[in-house]
């Protein structure tokens, strides 16, 4: 294993260990705080000076309308913000706005659906805003998150693929959601059966930038990798 990569499956086990650890944290809010800022010190360390661009916070919409608060937000390089100095809380607009993450300790489909609204919201006003979902656990099972994302599953070669190939091809149920990222924890002792009954597979699924989007699968192992890819892609660029 490359140093990289061992770098990363260190860390993606450090997340976990840090989610369950923090269970000890009884008021709710404090506790989706601690595991955001897990997140972001994540990122802090992994890409070079990438601290004065990751915040929380809300987005400007226009006409005193705001965004929700947002578990963290990118920003852009001198960025005009509303410091609201409650734990790092801004507000930014929309065209200093690279990407807005909702972090959830179990992802179930009502949070997305919740998150696609929010999302719509958010892309009237800047549609370049990447919006996307961290979790560290599901309810749902990995088929019915990919079914979603629009891939099926081939039974034969035990693969998923777009099913954009077939002459039905299969909607995608959140077209303004641009990744879906789940750590889900693998136990030692649990096959792979278990592993699909229980739902607990990682996957990151990442939204192309065509006009006919699609979803794919993200290049890197372990998952969370590919957030690292993603954050360092929307830097670069700007």
Do not use: W
């Not at 086990?13 to 897990?38: M, P």
């Not at 979790?135 to 990919?146: N, P, R, V, W």
């Not at 959140?174 to 278990?194: A, R, S």
């Not at 989007?213 to 192992?221: E, M, N, Q, S």
């Amino acid at each position: 294993m490359e140093p990289f990569e061992q770098y990363h499956h260190y860390s993606q086990n450090l997340l976990l260990a840090q989610h369950e650890v923090s269970e000890i944290i009884k008021h709710s809010l404090t506790r989706g705080e601690v595991r955001e800022d897990f997140i972001i010190q994540y990122l802090n360390k992994s890409i070079q000076n990438c601290e004065a661009y990751l915040k929380r916070g809300f987005i400007n919409l226009g006409e005193d309308e705001q965004s929700g608060q947002a578990d963290i937000l990118l920003v852009k390089n001198f960025a005009e913000l509303v410091d609201l100095g409650n734990r790092g809380n801004v507000i930014v607009n929309p065209e200093d706005c690279l990407m807005m993450v909702e972090v959830k300790s179990t992802l179930t489909g009502t949070y997305l659906n919740e998150l696609n609204v929010e999302a719509q919201r958010i892309k009237a006003v800047n549609p370049d805003i990447v919006c996307g979902m961290f979790a560290y656990k599901s309810e749902l099972e990995k088929k019915t998150i990919m079914k979603r994302c629009g891939h099926d599953y081939n039974s034969e070669t035990k693969t998923y693929f777009d099913a954009v190939l077939k002459k039905e091809q299969l909607p995608t149920y959140y077209p303004y959601i641009d990744f879906v990222l789940l750590l889900d924890k693998v136990e030692e002792n649990e096959t792979e059966e278990d592993l699909e009954i229980q739902g607990r597979n990682q996957l990151f699924m990442r939204k192309s930038v065509e006009i006919d989007a699609r979803y794919f699968k993200g290049t890197y192992d372990p998952v969370i990798r590919n957030l690292v890819g993603l954050v360092r892609s929307l830097l670069i660029r700007v």
